[in-house]
C-alpha cells in the first residue's frame, strides 16, 4: 500500500525551505516510511535535531519535535529518552553537526548505548552557514573556507561510531531510498544506540565549488562511489580507496541497553532503601 | 513559633550541597544531569544516590553542555529537573540556558560559585557570577537568581526555585557560593505539609485548539508535555504563538516582551529579601549570600557602638529589588556594598539607589570571605 | 565567653579529622540544643595536602561562619600547623601529637603533648579510631560542651558495628589527658 506521506508532514509548513534537489528530502521520505511500516503512532515519536540544514526536519513532521542548539542534539534527546524510555526518540544532524561540534555527544551517546536513533545526513559541507569545510569534506576538495584545497583528514563517520561502541551502525545513500528505509527502518527496531550514515548532496554548496553543481550528477556521483558491503568484502584496500561500503556495516544485540541497566540501578537502590 | 508545629521538624546537621540535593528531591525534582565540578560536585553525588531510590533518574554526562541540554530534553517530558554546577561550568552551559529561556522549559540550575575567573580557585569561594547569571547567554531574556545566605533558607528556595521555574516555565537559577555549599549548620526541615508544590500550567484545550506559546490567557502559555498526543514543535529560533519561526519584527518583538514580562509582572512572587535595622539607619549595606552574614554582624557591631546602620539583604538576586534598595538608598547618607568580587552588584545598587552620599564598595577576592571587621571600618568611614 | 566556641581540627587529608569537627558540631545541636557551623578548608590536594576543619558553637543562630577567636585546636602535622596555626586566642588550648607537630607557639598557647597516634596504634590496633581518641581527649582538656554530649555525638555518628571500639578509644583518649599538664 502507498505511503501517505502527508499523514507524517504539517503539510501547512510547505514548501520548505531546502534547496530544490536536496538529499534531505530522500532521505525525510526514508525516514517517514520506515515510521509508516512499524506502525509507531506520531505521538510516540519525539524528533529531535540541532543546527544546519537537517535541523529543520522536525519541523516538518507532525510529532513531538525539537530544534535545539548546534551540534547538541543527541544531549536534549539522551534527556528525553532517559526521562521516557518508553517512547521513541530519533535524532537527524549533518556531518558537521554531528561530528565537529557535536562530536563528543556522538560518541558518548555511542558508548552509553541508549536506545536513539540518529541519521547523519553527510553532504560534505556546512551548506547553511554558507559553505565552510567540515570534518567529512574530501582532503583537496574546494569549500567557503578552503579556497586552496582542504587538507584536513576526512573522518569515516560510520567507522568512527563503530569505534565509540554503537551497536548499529548502517550506511546508506541518496541514490537509493529503498535501501535507506530499510536501514533507517533496522535502525529503529534495534535495542540500543543506532547511526544511519547516509551520504547526500549539496550540489549548492559542495557541487558549485568542485565541478558538480547539478543535483543529479551529485547524486549519481556519490552513487558510484558506493559499494555494498558484500561487494566491499570482496575487494581489495586498493580497490576500496574513495570507495563507501553501504547497507548494515555492524550489529550487536548482546550488548544491553542503557535505560534497561539504569531500571535495574533503580530496582536495586530501592530494595537497599 | 508554635511549639507542637516546630517538633514534628526533622533538625539535621547537613552541608550546604546536601540541603540542595534534599531539598530538590523533597520539590519532586525526579531528574538530574550533571558533570563533575568542584565545589557542586557534592550535589551530584546525593542526588545519584537518592534519585534512584525515589524512581528518579541521574545521569552524568559527557560534559557540561550535555547536562544541560539533558535536563532540558527531560523537562519537556513534563519533569522537574535540575543540574548543578560552577562557575566554568556554569559558563559553557550559557548557550543552553539561553534556550531553555527561549523555549520556556522550567529548569533549576545551581552554580555553586567559586573564586576567580578560568579555572580561578576551585575549592574557595567567590560571588564573581553575579553579572554573569544575568547577561551570560546572548540575547534579551528574563531572569531569576536567587541567593540564601543560610541552610535552612537555603532548603526552601530550592523548592521555591522549582515552583518558580515551573510557575514561569523558565530557568531559576540557585547562586550559591563555596562557603554555603561546603559549610554545615543545623537545620530544620520543613514538613511537606508547610510548603506547596506548583506544577506547570499544562493545556485545558484538545490538542486540535493547541498552541505551545499561546498567551491569550496570561504571559505564562500553558505547556504540554511530550507524548500526550500535543505533538507540538519548539525551537531556537525566534517562533510565534504556534511554536514555528518567524522573522517578523513585530511577532518577534512581542514575544520577546512577553517573555520579560514574567518576570517583570510577577514581582510579588519572585522577589524577595530581607531587612535588618533599616527603619532609622543612616548607613545602608546591601550584601547577599554568606558575605551578608558578615554584613549583619558589622551592622549589630555597628549599632553597639553608636551608629545607625542597617542591612538590605536581597534573596532574590535577580530581578534586582529596585523598591527596597531605593526606600533605604534615598534616606541615608552612604551605601556599603560588600561582595566577594571586584563590584558587580555595586552597579545595580548604584543605579537604582538614588542615593545622596557615596556607594562604596568591600570588595575582597582571592578566596577568603569577607570578615565583619572589614565591613565595619567602612561603615565608620562614613558615618 | 561561655556561650561561644570555636574549634579547630587540622591535619592531613585522609586522616578523618573532618569527621571529628562534624561530631562536636552535632553534640552541641543534638545532646545541648546548641547552634554549630562546621566548615572544612578544602585544599586543592584533599588527600594528603594539609586541611582543617572549623566548629564553631553558639547558644544563639551563628552569624558569621569563619573563626576570629579560637578556643581549641587539635593538630596532628606540622605543615597544618604551619598553615593553619592562626586565628587562635591567646591561651588557646592547642592539643598536639609531638611525633608529628615539633614547633607550636609554646608562650602565648596552652600547649599539651599526647601520642595520639602511638596510643591508637598499640590500644586499638587500628588508626581509624585516631578521630575517637582525639576527640576523647579533647573532652578532658575542654569543659565548653559535656563529655557525655560528645561520646553520645560519637555513638550516633559511628558506623554501625563500630559503636563499641569507639567508645573504647574515646575513653582512652580522655582517661589519657587526666593528668596531663600542658607545656
New interface residues.
Given amino acids: 500500500m502507498a505511503v501517505s506521506y502527508t499523514k507524517y508532514l504539517r503539510m501547512y509548513h510547505m514548501p520548505h525551505m531546502w534547496c530544490p534537489g536536496c538529499g534531505i528530502g530522500i532521505i525525510v521520505k526514508a525516514i517517514i516510511r520506515a515510521f509508516d511500516a512499524l506502525d509507531w503512532s506520531t505521538d510516540d515519536l519525539a524528533f529531535v535535531s540541532g543546527i544546519g540544514c537537517t535541523s529543520r526536519a522536525p519541523g516538518y513532521l507532525d510529532m513531538n519535535t525539537l530544534h535545539t542548539t548546534h551540534g547538541r542534539a543527541l544531549s536534549f534527546a539522551t534527556g528525553i529518552k532517559f526521562a521516557r524510555p518508553d517512547k521513541h526518540v530519533v535524532v537527524i544532524s549533518g556531518d558537521g553537526d554531528a561530528t565537529a561540534i557535536g562530536g563528543n555527544h556522538l560518541i558518548h551517546a555511542c558508548r552509553r548505548n541508549i536506545d536513539i536513533t540518529l541519521v547523519i545526513v553527510n553532504n560534505n559541507i556546512y551548506g547553511m552557514t554558507g559553505g565552510q569545510y567540515s570534518p567529512t569534506t574530501p582532503v583537496g576538495a574546494r569549500a567557503a573556507t578552503s579556497p586552496w584545497g582542504n587538507i584536513d583528514i576526512p573522518f569515516n563517520v560510520s567507522e568512527l561510531v563503530k569505534g565509540a561502541g554503537a551497536t548499529y551502525v548502517a550506511r546508506g545513500h541518496v541514490g537509493s531510498g529503498v535501501q535507506l528505509e530499510r536501514l533507517i527502518r533496522g535502525g529503529l527496531t534495534h535495542k540500543g544506540f543506532s547511526v544511519i550514515e547516509v551520504l547526500s548532496n549539496c550540489h549548492t554548496q559542495y557541487g558549485r565549488r568542485n565541478r558538480i553543481p547539478d543535483a543529479i550528477d551529485l547524486i549519481e556521483h556519490i552513487s558510484k562511489s558506493t559499494v555494498s558491503v558484500r561487494q566491499a568484502e570482496k575487494m581489495s584496500p586498493e580497490e576500496l580507496k574513495d570507495k563507501y561500503a553501504v547497507g548494515l556495516l555492524h550489529q550487536d544485540t548482546e550488548r544491553t541497553e542503557y535505560c534497561d541497566d539504569y531500571n535495574k540501578v533503580i530496582e536495586h537502590a530501592q530494595l537497599e532503601r | 513559633m508554635d511549639n507542637t508545629e516546630k517538633k514534628q521538624r526533622q533538625?539535621v546537621?547537613w552541608?550546604g550541597n546536601k540541603v540542595v540535593a534534599e531539598a530538590a528531591v523533597a520539590a519532586g525534582c525526579r531528574?538530574f544531569?550533571g558533570y563533575p565540578i568542584?565545589?557542586s560536585s557534592e550535589i551530584a553525588h546525593v542526588m545519584s544516590?537518592r534519585l534512584?531510590?525515589m524512581?528518579g533518574?541521574f545521569?552524568q554526562?559527557?560534559?557540561e553542555?550535555?547536562?544541560?541540554?539533558?535536563?532540558?530534553?527531560?523537562?519537556?517530558?513534563g519533569?522537574r529537573?535540575m543540574t548543578a554546577t560552577s562557575g566554568p561550568g556554569f559558563s559553557l552551559k550559557q548557550?543552553?540556558i539561553g534556550?531553555a529561556s527561549f523555549i520556556e522549559a522550567p529548569c533549576v540550575i545551581v552554580n555553586v560559585m567559586r573564586g576567580g575567573p578560568s579555572t580561578g580557585l576551585?575549592?574557595?569561594l567567590g560571588q564573581a557570577d553575579v553579572m554573569q547569571a544575568r547577561w551570560g547567554t546572548h540575547g534579551d531574556r528574563p531572569v531569576i537568581a536567587l541567593t540564601p545566605s543560610y541552610l535552612d533558607e537555603l532548603y526552601n528556595e530550592v523548592i521555591r526555585a522549582f515552583n518558580l521555574a515551573e510557575m514561569l516555565r523558565m530557568p531559576v537559577f540557585l547562586l550559591i557560593d563555596e562557603?554555603l555549599g561546603?559549610?554545615?549548620?543545623?537545620v530544620e526541615i520543613p514538613d511537606p505539609s508547610e510548603y506547596e508544590l506548583v506544577e506547570r500550567p499544562r493545556p485545558t484545550v484538545s490538542p486540535e485548539e493547541y498552541y505551545p506559546y499561546d498567551s491569550s490567557q496570561g504571559d505564562v502559555p500553558p505547556m504540554a508535555d511530550?507524548?500526550?498526543?500535543?505533538?507540538?514543535?519548539?525551537?531556537?529560533?525566534n517562533h510565534d504563538k504556534t511554536g514555528?519561526?518567524t522573522t517578523d519584527p513585530v511577532i518577534c518583538q512581542a514575544e520577546e516582551e512577553r517573555m520579560e514580562r514574567k518576570v517583570s509582572g510577577n514581582l510579588e512572587l519572585i522577589e524577595k529579601y530581607e531587612e535588618y535595622m533599616t527603619e532609622d539607619a543612616e548607613i545602608g549595606v546591601v550584601a547577599f549570600g554568606?558575605t551578608a552574614?558578615?554584613a549583619?554582624?558589622a551592622v549589630?557591631d555597628a549599632r553597639k557602638k553608636g551608629i545607625k546602620a542597617g542591612l538590605l539583604r536581597p534573596v532574590t538576586l535577580w530581578p534586582f529589588p529596585e523598591k527596597p534598595t531605593r526606600r533605604l538608598g534615598q534616606r541615608i547618607k552612604a551605601m556599603i556594598v560588600p561582595e566577594a568580587n571586584l563590584g558587580q552588584m555595586i552597579y545595580e545598587v548604584e543605579r537604582v539607589a538614588g542615593c545622596n552620599g557615596p556607594v562604596v564598595g568591600v570588595n575582597k577576592i582571592g578566596g577568603v570571605?569577607i570578615?565583619?571587621g572589614e565591613i565595619l571600618t567602612r561603615i565608620e568611614e562614613f558615618a | 565567653m561561655s556561650d561561644h566556641f570555636e574549634a579547630r581540627f587540622a591535619a592531613v587529608g585522609g586522616q578523618g579529622i573532618l569527621l571529628a569537627g562534624d561530631i562536636i558540631a552535632e553534640a552541641a545541636i543534638s545532646f545541648e540544643g546548641k547552634y554549630a557551623v562546621d566548615s572544612p578548608t578544602y585544599t586543592a590536594q584533599v588527600r594528603g595536602g594539609p586541611t582543617k576543619v572549623d566548629v564553631i558553637i553558639n547558644t544563639k543562630r551563628i552569624e558569621f561562619t569563619r573563626t576570629t577567636a579560637i578556643d581549641f585546636m587539635l593538630c596532628l602535622a606540622q605543615k597544618s600547623w604551619d598553615r593553619f596555626g592562626f586565628d587562635l586566642k591567646d591561651n588557646c588550648t592547642v592539643l598536639i601529637d609531638p611525633s608529628l607537630v615539633h614547633e607550636v607557639d609554646e608562650e602565648k598557647y596552652k600547649v599539651y603533648r599526647l601520642p595520639i597516634i602511638e596510643l591508637t596504634k598499640t590500644k586499638m590496633k587500628k588508626m581509624v579510631y585516631t578521630s575517637a581518641v582525639s576527640l576523647g581527649a579533647m573532652a578532658g582538656l575542654t569543659n565548653y560542651l559535656n563529655p557525655e554530649s560528645i561520646r553520645k555525638a560519637l555513638l550516633k555518628k559511628a558506623p554501625r558495628g563500630t559503636e563499641e571500639p569507639n567508645m573504647q578509644a574515646f575513653d582512652i583518649g580522655f582517661e589519657a589527658v587526666k593528668d596531663l599538664r600542658h607545656g
Fill in positions: 533538625v546537621f552541608p531528574f544531569a568542584t565545589p544516590k534512584p531510590e524512581g533518574k545521569i554526562m559527557e560534559d553542555i550535555a547536562a544541560m541540554g539533558a535536563i532540558i530534553g527531560a523537562s519537556l517530558t519533569q529537573v548557550e543552553n534556550f576551585p575549592t574557595a562557603v561546603h559549610l554545615s549548620e543545623r511530550y507524548f500526550t498526543g500535543y505533538r507540538w514543535h519548539t525551537t531556537g529560533l514555528f519561526p554568606t552574614r558578615a549583619l554582624v549589630a570571605p570578615y565583619p
